[in-house]
């Protein structure tokens, strides 16, 4: 069974950073590109950023660009979101995702929440 | 490429036959896919490539559509059904539409 789990998440003050991980099990990690989804409260998704499969490549949305990093360790079968410069736009519920076909995401973690408050 | 679903939400009974729209400001080229997300939960993939139908998802749910402009059909309403819907768009760039809830009468 494909299970995906964030971890890292909570409140965190304006302009510090704060790095969530994905743990990975029931499929060969390295064999997909990877994705972090997030959904401010009661808003829509929006696509934060990408992987390719030995993280070579890297893409981001425009609101995050500059100031998000996303990683992978394909021994440890984890990926990885380094926030830095939070800000309060970026509270949200931080989802990760696995790509398939291209670039659809078919298999989601339950998501971790980030508050950026002071 | 922006994404504009309609309605915004939905109002339907069981049984009914319910279709969601979503334009692309410009042409999607078929990468186009349909996610339910009920509350509390992360989105399921439903459809991908316009109308092929993931794994594990009932066929009541179909999709369709070319260029700008698609549209995902539920041919009978059930109650678990009850979710917000969201298009998503993967041949420039990657954007989601901003959903369509649907509420069960």
């Known amino acids: 069974e494909v299970q995906l789990v964030e971890s890292g998440g909570g409140l965190v003050q304006p302009g510090r950073s704060m790095k969530l991980s994905c743990a990975a099990s029931?499929?060969?990690?390295?064999?997909?590109?990877m994705a972090w989804v997030r959904q401010a409260p009661k808003k829509g998704l929006e696509w934060v950023a990408s992987?390719?499969?030995?993280?070579?490549?890297?893409y981001y949305g425009d609101s995050v660009k500059g100031r998000f990093t996303i990683s992978r360790d394909n021994a440890k079968s984890t990926l990885y979101l380094q926030m830095n410069s939070l800000r309060s736009e970026d509270t949200a519920t931080y989802y990760c995702a696995r790509h398939v076909n291209y670039y659809v995401m078919d298999a989601w973690g339950q998501g971790a929440s980030v508050t950026v408050s002071s | 490429i922006q994404l504009t679903q309609s309605p915004s939400l939905l109002s339907a009974s069981v049984g009914d036959r319910v279709t969601l729209s979503c334009k692309g400001s410009q042409n999607i080229n078929n990468y186009l896919a349909w996610y339910q997300q009920k509350l509390g939960e992360a989105p399921k993939l439903l459809i991908y490539?316009?109308?092929s139908l993931q794994t594990g998802i009932p066929s009541r749910f179909s999709g369709s559509g070319s260029g700008t402009d698609y549209t995902l059909t539920i041919s009978s309403l059930h109650s678990e059904d009850l979710a917000t819907y969201y298009c998503?768009?993967?041949?420039?760039?990657?954007?989601f539409g901003s959903g369509t809830k649907l509420e069960i009468k």
């Open positions: 992987i390719s499969y030995e993280g070579s490549s890297t």
């Open positions: 490539k316009t109308n």
């Open positions: 998503y768009q993967y041949n420039n760039g990657l954007t």
């Open positions: 029931g499929f060969t990690f390295s064999d997909y590109y």
